[in-house]
């Protein structure tokens, strides 16, 4: 059976206005359901492009939706062409075409000179608010019609795609699914409705889609509602984050982006590996022999920096979450390298209780304290000029929104760029010992494996340069310290991971065996004079 496809714009939801000849932007003749080679590209595609005149309403964040009629050849979608119009053969779907996205203001300038390079309009905007609801636009929509045969019974179809499947009263029978596409709809690709936008482009594409394809547009279309729910006002990032793994799966090659899905699968399991190893090798641990205490509070100071830089940001809440999840890991780390103590009688102005931060004896009596410092004096004489000069290029070229955001986003920026320096240290210790065997390992190949994932993840998914350099930058790192590994042998003397070398476990299990087999002896020392007392009356009698 032939149908015909009427598409109307609009700004209201409910559509009446069939007769104004303004509204009607396409009318597809003679379309048959399911036909795949149809159109003249002969792939079952229509296309047509059309300019829409925004009124004033529009302009100012008013809507505008895209009526679609399935009608039986020859029948009209006007109720009132009583002559030809059937209610029976008639489908009717509607859809919301303009896009609401938050626009945040922030009012920042150079603190030296006070010059800014936001509008005037934009100034005052940031004076009066911090976002704005603005109504945007895409020019291009694809209108879908499901090659089904399913007998899909009414009440038991699966969720979401109960939502598209319309039933006829009485009989049992559905309707065909419309589904207004808009997948491949980039963020980036919409444009703000203001009122210097007179005309909006519109491109309308009919194409019929397969059950599977269609499933899968669906089940994305509810995650983005669940991510919605949860994140709230973070859902313009994400989507935006959506857009950098749909350019992945348009551009890159089939079999690299295949091996990139498994390794991204492998990438959750190393993190949480890594995550389990670095707790349980710093709760085993019993010596801190060389280990930089030191890199243990310069990362705390790290990730709390960047918690206080997602705060004063506008991040969402998983990200601030995470991030002060590492910070209080961080944290509980300093009680395993240093001792803390609380003097309850002596307390600052009579209410406060002392605390005294002392080093371990295991660290104080190794010579791991010793190199330790020598690294981060020699640290220093690189780190604070960089620093310095980091703090003067962002106070002179960056804008900010004050003194405290010029020092949050200095830090931040420093640590981001420079901060794989601070892994050095444990590198000099190291080389002072001879030694890599008091490393956790384990996490440390876990967390190598992520980088090499991520380096996966540079080539193929868009990102920022300086984020590509960092996950090269931290292979290098590690790369010395596998040459560290083989360079310097096994030695027994030397301490492990959880703070015993094999010396001691040689000296721990010698007593054990020496025990046994003086045991062993005696037990046979006494098996031997039992016997012979038993052959002792047979000696007398042969005498």
């Not at 300038?109 to 945007?136: D, F, P, W």
């Not at 038991?156 to 499947?165: A, C, T, V, Y």
């Not at 808009?182 to 980036?188: A, C, G, L, S, V």
């Not at 547009?217 to 935006?240: F, H, I, K, P």
Request: proline share 4%; charged share 25%.
């Amino acid at each position: 059976m032939k149908q015909d496809m009427y598409v109307f714009v609009s700004e209201r939801e409910r559509f009446v206005e069939f007769r104004n000849p303004k509204n009607l932007v396409w009318n597809q003749e003679g379309l048959i359901y399911g036909d795949w080679y149809g159109g003249p590209n002969e792939d079952g595609t229509f296309t047509v492009e059309r300019q829409i005149e925004a009124s004033e309403k529009v302009q100012n964040n008013g809507t505008l939706y895209l009526h679609i009629y399935l009608v039986k050849q020859g029948h009209s979608p006007d109720p009132k062409d009583r002559e030809n119009y059937d209610k029976r053969y008639t489908i009717h779907k509607h859809r919301l075409i303009n896009r609401y996205k938050r626009k945040r203001y922030q009012k920042t300038h150079n603190l030296l000179t006070g010059k800014t390079t936001l509008t005037e309009e934009e100034v005052l905007k940031a004076e009066m608010q911090t976002e704005e609801i603005v109504s945007h636009w895409h020019p291009n929509l694809t209108i879908n019609v499901i090659d089904d045969h399913t007998p899909w019974v009414k009440g038991s179809i699966p969720s979401p795609l109960d939502e598209f499947i319309e039933f006829e009263e009485g009989t049992g029978k559905y309707y065909p699914i419309i589904y207004v596409n808009d997948y491949w709809n980039f963020m980036r690709d919409y444009q703000p409705i203001n009122d210097t936008t007179k005309m909006l482009n519109l491109t309308l594409t009919y194409q019929p889609l397969s059950l599977f394809r269609w499933q899968l547009y669906t089940a994305q279309n509810m995650r983005s509602r669940w991510t919605s729910a949860v994140l709230g006002e973070g859902m313009d990032d994400n989507e935006e984050d959506q857009d950098y793994l749909k350019e992945a799966f348009l551009e890159t090659n089939p079999y690299l982006l295949a091996i990139t899905i498994a390794v991204s699968l492998l990438h959750s399991i190393f993190e949480f590996l890594a995550f389990k190893n670095d707790i349980q090798f710093w709760n085993n641990r019993k010596s801190l022999e060389g280990l930089s205490v030191r890199s243990v509070f310069f990362n705390v100071f790290q990730s709390l920096i960047v918690l206080l830089y997602v705060l004063d940001n506008e991040t969402n809440t998983i990200v601030r979450v995470s991030v002060f999840v590492g910070l209080a890991i961080e944290i509980w780390k300093i009680h395993k390298v240093v001792n803390i103590e609380i003097n309850r009688e002596d307390k600052i102005a009579g209410i406060i209780p002392r605390i005294r931060i002392s080093d371990k004896g295991s660290y104080v009596e190794s010579s791991t304290r010793q190199y330790d410092m020598m690294a981060f004096r020699y640290l220093s004489w690189a780190l604070y000029p960089l620093l310095v000069g980091y703090a003067v290029y962002s106070l002179l070229y960056l804008e900010h929104k004050g003194w405290y955001s010029w020092v949050l986003s200095m830090l931040y920026g420093f640590l981001l760029t420079f901060g794989f320096i601070m892994m050095t240290p444990q590198l000099f210790i190291n080389y002072k010992l001879k030694s890599v065997a008091h490393l956790p390992w384990r996490m440390m190949t876990y967390k190598a494996l992520n980088t090499f994932i991520d380096d996966i993840f540079a080539f193929v998914i868009k990102m920022p340069t300086m984020y590509r350099l960092g996950c090269f930058r931290d292979d290098i790192v590690f790369f010395i310290y596998l040459y560290q590994r083989w360079i310097y042998r096994v030695d027994p003397t030397r301490m492990n991971e959880f703070g015993t070398s094999g010396e001691m476990e040689h000296q721990s299990t010698t007593p054990s065996v020496s025990a046994a087999a003086n045991n062993a002896a005696i037990e046979g020392g006494e098996t031997s004079n039992t016997s012979q007392s038993k052959k002792s009356p047979q000696r007398k009698k042969d005498d």
